[in-house]
C-alpha cells in the first residue's frame, strides 16, 4: 500500500510540473512577409561558427508563395537559409563561396523540418530527413561576423521576409546529419555541440530563451504572432512519464 501512495503521489508531481512547465505548450512563431518582423539575438562568441562542421536547422511551414527570398535563418554574410527562387530550399555559407544553393520544394501549408549540414568537403541541404542537394564550393573555416542571428528575415537586400511559420530552430558546431533520416518526433534536447536552440514554446510576449545554455535570448520585433507548433512533443513532456515507469517498474520488482 506505501508503495502505491509513493507512485501516485509521483504521479501528482509530474502532472503539476507538466502544467506549469511552459516547454508544453508547443509554440511557434508566423511572419507575414513584413520587412519589419523578425525574432533576433545578438552576437554572441557562440554563434561565431569558426571550423568546418555545422549544422542549422528548423520546422518551417510556409504559408503562401514567396516574395524573393523567404528568409528562415540567417547570420548575415556567415550563414543563412531560405525559400527562394520559385520557394526552393536553399541555403549559403560563408566557408569559400557566399552564393545560394541547395533543392527540394516544401510544400505550402504543411510543415516540413529543413537541415543544411558542412563538413568542411561538402554541403547538404535536408528536407524532411531527405537529402536535397549541395555543393563542394565551400571548403574552407566558416567565416564568423559581428551581425546579428535571427530568423524570419535578413539585415540586407531588402530583409527578404518569409511567409510562414517556423519553429524549433537549432546551430550546431557538428554535422548532425549524414544520411537521409526520420523525422524528428521530439523537440531537440541541447548537448555539447549545441550552440543556439530555441524551442519557442513562450507563447506570448516578445522575449525568447535559448536552451543551449548559451544565452542567445531572442526577441520578436514587428509583428510575427504566436501560433501552434510543428507536430512534435516536448521533450520535458516525455520525461516525467519515463520516470514514472521506471519508478513503477521499481515498486513492482520490490512487492
Known sequence: MKKVVLFLLAM?????LSKANPAFAQSAVEFFGNAADSVIAQDSPSLDINGKTFTMEAWVFPTAPQNG?????NKE???EMALR?????MFAIQAGAWDWFGGGKPTMNEWHHVAVTYDGKRTESWVDGKNAGGTDRNNQNITPTDQPFQIGRRVCCGTTPIKGIIDEVRISDVVRYTKDFALPTTEFVADKNTRLLWHLNEGSG???SDASGNKNTGKLEGGPKWVKGAPITSAVAVQPNGKLATMWAILKSNR
Open 12 to 16: 501528482g508531481f509530474a502532472l503539476c
Open 69 to 73: 527570398d523567404g528568409i528562415i535563418i
Open 77 to 79: 554574410d556567415t550563414y
Open 85 to 89: 527562387n520559385g520557394d526552393m530550399f
Open 206 to 208: 516578445t522575449e525568447v
